[in-house]
């Protein structure tokens, strides 16, 4: 199974997990909410330091920032993918290195039971985020699991052409929940959507994901939505949510010792000598 996000721009990442030992990709509309609680304060910190990017950077006043985020957020995806489309002439550089740079990663600490409930995981694991690259990675060096995946696609794998733009409006900023976002993750990552799970925080992302074939897992919900196939509070429930993930492991697992002993029993066979 395979399982694979900017608003406010914290750490949303998707996991995709195919049945294979091939990909698991995880998503979320930030890594925060998905592999790491909220609860750490990255969330609150980013949405301020969006606020503050709206006013120091665009000329909205204090007041007007928190409705312009939301309202951002609510039509484009995230407030960078707005102020782009609106004519403002935004560098993607310059924003993420606004509102992540400041950010207090120490709050994230590492969190040794989601290493070892990924590590026991013989899939694939891909990490799908709305974020740019270096957000991504310090927010898995934090965790401690950044060696877990095996790669990581994000708002730079979306926008490649974004660095080449002669206007703000040339080449729209492309995240999830769209489905072109979705199919890039499915044509980077090499997977069969019909054959990965796709874990998120995000209703829209689940939808999305569930448009385009994916099995789906809402995180952060113990209610299934009907664009979810399982739902688990916290991702550290995956063993209980989804237990297929390590039953397809395990039996292929029993294939390989099926497998061996046979090879044993033929070279065994292959080098008796049989008396007459």
């Given at each position: 199974m395979d399982s694979s996000g900017i608003a406010q721009s914290s750490v949303h990442a998707s996991l995709l997990i195919p049945p294979e030992p091939r990909s698991y990709i995880?998503?979320?509309?930030?890594?925060?909410?998905?592999?790491?609680?909220?609860?750490?304060?990255?969330?609150?910190?980013?949405k301020q330091n969006v606020q503050d990017f709206l006013v120091e950077k665009c000329g909205f006043s204090e007041s007007e920032?928190?409705?312009?985020?939301?309202?951002?957020?609510?039509?484009?995806?995230?407030?960078?993918?707005?102020?782009?489309?609106?004519?403002?002439?935004i560098n993607p550089d310059d924003y993420h290195g606004f509102v992540h740079g400041r950010l207090p990663y120490d709050l994230i600490k590492p969190d040794s039971r989601l290493r070892n409930i990924l590590?026991?995981?013989?899939?694939?694991?891909?990490?799908?985020t709305n974020s740019d690259r270096i957000h991504a990675t310090k927010a898995l060096d934090r965790l401690g699991?950044?060696?877990?995946?095996?790669?990581?696609?994000?708002?730079?794998?979306?926008?490649?052409?974004?660095?080449?733009?002669?206007?703000?409006?040339?080449f729209p900023v492309?995240?999830?929940?769209?489905?072109?976002?979705?199919r890039i993750a499915i044509d980077v990552a090499e997977i069969d959507p019909?054959?990965?799970l796709f874990l998120d925080d995000n209703v829209k992302n689940v939808?999305?994901?569930k448009a385009v074939g994916l099995r789906t897992v809402l995180v952060g919900s113990a209610i299934k939505s009907k664009e979810a196939d399982y739902a688990m509070e916290i991702v550290t429930n995956m063993v209980q949510s989804v237990p297929e993930i390590w039953a397809f492991?395990?039996?292929?697992?029993?294939?390989?010792i099926s497998q061996n002993r046979a090879d044993q029993m033929d070279s065994a066979l292959a080098t008796t000598t049989v008396g007459a």
């Open positions: 995880e998503n979320g509309r930030y890594l925060d909410d998905t592999l790491y609680s909220s609860k750490t304060g990255i969330g609150k910190a980013l920032a928190p409705d312009v985020n939301r309202e951002l957020f609510r039509t484009y995806g995230s407030s960078l993918a707005g102020l782009r489309a609106l004519g403002y002439d590590q026991s995981i013989k899939q694939r694991k891909i990490v799908f699991i950044r060696d877990c995946f095996e790669k990581i696609i994000c708002f730079e794998t979306m926008n490649p052409n974004l660095s080449k733009s002669t206007r703000p409006d040339e492309v995240l999830k929940p769209s489905m072109e976002a979705m019909r054959r990965t939808a999305a994901g492991s395990e039996e292929k697992d029993d294939e390989r």
